[in-house]
């Protein structure tokens, strides 16, 4: 069981340039996250999906965009990328929420360089 | 608007010895709260789940406690071992949608 995969690993991407991360997960899981981890002001999420084909904002949204086709998915798109997007970004998932199956579980990040 | 503050920022400590490690959150209307390791280059690793009705859980060496009213909660790691050296993350939910606040994170460091 894989859990939670992340691509890629690393990409160092032109500013203006359109990205997208991609976020998997074979859990099952209901709720999936986006969050950016930079140096001195922790992890602060971008993003959220309760369920399939919602999705809601979270703390640092501007500049990103979420789709959630299907339970697995949950891709990061970036239209249009600038420095201060520099992080690293991790994706996570969890049952759903509310009903006692909040532990929310990480994958092993995308580091981003925007230049 | 939750904010969180862990308090060492950094410890470092002979192998061996137990130790706590602090977190303290502004709103107290949480509806749990996890503890984290990561690895550094790493991913988050869950290590506890507290549920706001809970005072103490515990998994192997580690106990987490929470006084949710104060708004504190401990991660207590008892016989420290050199491979439990890493950042230590503490996350209070606040409901609505599974919403977690990170604190920055205690950075330990056991010595052999």
Redesign the interface.
């Known amino acids: 069981i894989a859990g939670i995969t992340q691509a890629p690993t690393s990409q160092i991407l032109a500013a203006g340039r359109r990205m997208t991360l991609r976020c998997t997960q074979d859990m099952r899981h209901n ?1 999936m ?1 986006w969050y950016r981890q930079d140096l ?6 971008i993003h ?1 999906s ?1 369920t399939a084909g919602t999705t ?1 904002k ?1 703390e640092v949204p501007d500049g990103y965009s979420v789709s959630r086709a299907n339970t697995d998915d949950f891709p990061l798109t970036l239209a249009s990328a600038v420095p201060s997007q520099t992080s690293v970004y ?1 994706c ?1 998932s ?1 049952g759903t ?2 009903q006692g199956r ?8 995308t580091r981003l360089t925007v230049l | 608007k939750q904010e969180v503050t862990q308090i060492p920022a950094a410890l470092s400590v002979p192998e061996g010895e137990n130790l706590v490690l602090n977190c303290s959150f502004t709103d107290s209307a949480i509806y749990n709260l996890q503890w984290f390791r990561q690895d550094p280059g790493k991913g988050l690793t869950s290590l506890l789940l507290i549920q706001s009705s809970q005072r103490e859980q515990t998994s192997g060496r580690l106990n987490a406690s929470l006084d949710k009213s104060s708004g504190r909660s401990t991660l207590y790691i008892a016989a420290s071992q050199p491979g439990d050296s890493a950042t230590y993350l503490c996350a209070p939910n606040g409901g609505g949608g599974n919403k977690l606040t990170f604190g920055t994170g205690t950075q330990l460091k056991v010595e052999l």
């Open positions: 709720a996250y001195g002001l922790g992890l602060r999420l959220y309760n809601g979270g991790f996570a969890s929420p509310g909040d532990e929310q579980f990480f994958g092993p990040g």
